[in-house]
T-cell receptor
């Protein structure tokens, strides 16, 4: 158990809908990262937050957004969903000292029908 | 930009065989290097890491050495077990500036299957 929690574990929804994925980092970790894992693209970095502020952006679509709250949990919002958004979404966190090891949650599997 | 290339799989071995999964990288600066493992239906677990040239990371019988001259970080294990069957990802960290770190860049993953 990495200490990173993600909810829900599975999500099934329809095209055009909006969903919110939630992540709680390890206790004390200030950085949260979101990744998407799909068969065709592999593991792709989406976005990073550090202590509530956006730190870096990767291959994140404009239909996707994220935020990190004062209690350090993070949410990834996916809107106007398309079939191609079906994937595993992982959250990771890294420690307070700015260390480079990222600890991953179990992931949320999103299926868009 | 940064990139990681892993040997293509899948890799199929018999129990107690020697394992090597090749990983090479392209990066600016001095990234840290990682191997993560993903068991079926689970998230990614850190297997081992190395933060500078010639460092050797090791865990659970797995080893990898950070070779700056060949830009490689090959994963090895002397004797694999059925329980090692999983997907293995090589990754590097992107130094975001100063002492803080940013995203991980992953290789495409290598599926390992170990038969009894």
């Amino acid at each position: 158990d990495s200490g990173v929690t993600q909810t829900p574990k599975h999500l099934i929804t329809a095209t055009g809908q909006r969903v919110t994925l939630r992540c709680s980092p390890r206790s004390g970790d200030l950085s949260v990262y979101w990744y998407q894992q799909s068969l065709d693209q592999g593991l792709q970095f989406l976005i990073q937050y550090y202590n509530g502020e956006e730190r870096a952006k990767g291959n994140i679509l404009e239909r996707f957004s994220a935020q990190q709250f004062p209690d350090l949990h993070s949410e990834l919002n996916l809107s106007s969903l398309e079939l191609g958004d079906s994937a595993l979404y992982f959250c990771a966190s890294s420690d307070r000292t700015g260390g480079d090891t990222q600890y991953f949650g179990p992931g949320t599997r999103l299926t868009v029908l | 930009g940064n990139s990681v290339t892993q040997m293509e799989g899948p890799v199929t071995l018999s129990e107690e065989a020697f394992l090597t999964i090749n990983c090479t990288y392209t990066a600016t600066g001095y990234p840290s290097l990682f191997w993560y493992v993903q068991y079926p239906g689970e998230g990614l677990q850190l297997l081992l890491k190395a933060t500078k040239a010639d460092d050797k990371g090791s865990n659970k019988g797995f080893e990898a050495t950070y070779r700056k001259e060949t830009t490689s970080f090959h994963l090895e294990k002397g004797s694999v077990q059925v329980s090692d069957s999983a997907v293995y990802f090589c990754a590097l960290s992107d130094r975001a500036g100063g002492t803080s770190y940013g995203k991980l860049t992953f290789g495409q993953g290598t599926i390992l299957t170990v038969h009894p």
